[in-house]
């Protein structure tokens, strides 16, 4: 069965490229996306149909609402937060297999409880980003290698790719700056 995704705004701002064609996201996600990188992006998968918004109905939201109100975490989630588990607890109801991307501790803990499965992006990110990276050669401005264009957006000169060696003590760095930023989001 092909899996529905259900993406918040930690997934584009932390570089989760889409790999499948049914990706979702709800309305309110487009004001969060603020960084440059992040915003071309998505708006570039919205534009060509791999990423759709979709809005929930607050008989979804309602169930969620219930179904998390007995733990801590529903004083921290944000109605975006939650309309992002209200679609994917839709999909689930559906009978649709899905997987929510977030890297959002208490977005991940609420659809712990849901039984819904979670992704984060960091992980998964490393092998994406920081594999190659796009350096001008004009202004040497670097890019990550999901900047879709192959020119600067400073400088206008052409761009070349590098690719970046990610060791082993590189990947333990980024774990743990990721586990060690938990407890800032508690
Ligand atoms: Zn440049």
Redesign the pocket.
């Known amino acids: 069965m092909e899996i529905y995704y259900v993406l918040d705004a930690s997934a584009f701002i932390n570089g989760f490229k889409l790999i499948s064609k049914n990706n979702f996201t709800v309305p309110e996600i487009t004001a969060e996306i603020k960084d440059f990188k992040s915003k071309l992006y998505f708006d570039s998968v919205l534009e060509d149909g791999t990423l759709i918004i979709k809005d929930v109905s607050s008989e979804y939201i309602n169930c969620v609402n219930d179904i998390i109100s007995e733990s801590g975490d529903i004083l921290r989630l944000s109605l975006v937060d939650k309309k992002l588990i209200s679609l994917a607890y839709m999909f689930n109801e559906e009978g649709k297999e899905v997987k929510v991307i977030s890297d959002d501790y208490t977005i991940q803990n609420s659809l712990r409880i849901m039984g819904i499965p979670y992704s984060g992006v960091m992980t998964e990110g490393i092998k994406g980003i920081y594999n190659w990276k796009k350096i001008?050669?004009?202004?040497?401005?670097e890019y990550g290698e999901d900047y879709p264009f192959e020119d600067?957006?400073?400088?206008?000169?052409r761009?070349f790719k590098k690719r970046i060696k990610v060791d082993k003590l590189g990947l333990v760095l980024l774990f743990m700056v990721q586990t060690l930023s938990i407890p800032d989001m508690l």
């Not at 600067?152 to 000169?157: I, Q």
Request: proline residues 0%; positive net charge; charged residues 25%.
């Open positions: 001008c050669q004009g202004c040497k401005r600067c957006e400073v400088c206008g000169s761009l």
